[in-house]
């Protein structure tokens, strides 16, 4: 199966650690995006990569939050000092460059915030 | 697994009913919507899009209607089967030029053999 991967599908921590999450697109997809889903929400967008370059973030993508995708193909998703209500669905998605694609999702990384 | 959505609104059916799934967006410049299934642990499934220059656009056992007028999406079922149950959502891309989708509230199909 050649989907979007995320890893790790669950990760629990406790409150001030930092955590890392990646994603790898689909191998032709040179758009990649971060989204956030919390219990009985459709996901919220967070970020937006055109191959290695971020093009688009969210006001919800605060100063602790950091994404990059540095060669332009899988791309990370970091935390810092990470509060309860960081606790969420962190979804990953990709898709074609031209004109208007669908965007192809992961299956997430849980984060639980101890 | 866990459950996707607590307090969504429900649409029971039985199997082998069609059915109709609305959604009401927001931006009357939105050029481009697609509908998503997402079962429960997993993520959005992709459906069926279409834009914003059509209104009806059909795929295997789906079809989705756009009213631009009222600003108003659906996605119709045919045949609905038990594997269909999920939450199902739509969503646009709000502004031309950019790539962010705006989800709306999902509902919930639930299929009854």
């Known amino acids: 199966d050649t989907g979007v991967s995320q890893n790790p599908r669950h990760k629990i921590t406790k409150r001030g650690q930092n955590v890392t999450f990646r994603c790898d697109p689909i191998?032709?997809?040179?758009?990649l995006y971060w989204y956030r889903q919390t219990l009985g929400q459709g996901p919220e967008f967070l970020t937006y990569f055109q191959n290695e370059a971020q093009l688009e973030k969210s006001r919800l993508l605060s100063d602790r939050f950091s994404a990059e995708r540095p060669k332009g193909s899988f791309s990370t998703l970091e935390i810092q000092r990470t509060e309860q209500g960081d606790s969420a669905m962190y979804l990953c998605a990709s898709s074609l460059e031209s004109g208007n694609q669908p965007q192809h999702f992961g299956d997430g990384t849980r984060l639980s915030i101890l | 697994g866990e459950s996707v959505g607590l307090h969504l609104p429900t649409l029971s059916v039985q199997e082998g009913d069609n059915s109709i799934i609305n959604c009401a967006y927001s931006?009357?410049?939105?050029?481009?919507f697609i509908w998503y299934k997402q079962e429960s642990g997993k993520g959005p499934q992709f459906i069926i899009d279409i834009r914003s220059n059509m209104d009806k656009r059909q795929g295997q056992r789906v079809t989705v209607l756009l009213n631009k007028t009222v600003k108003h999406l659906s996605l119709q079922i045919a045949a609905t089967q038990p594997g269909d149950s999920a939450v199902y959502f739509c969503a646009e891309k709000a502004q031309t030029g950019f790539q962010k989708l705006v989800f709306g509230t999902g509902t919930r199909l639930l299929v009854s053999p």
């Open positions: 931006n009357s410049a939105s050029d481009y």
């Open positions: 191998s032709e997809h040179n758009r």
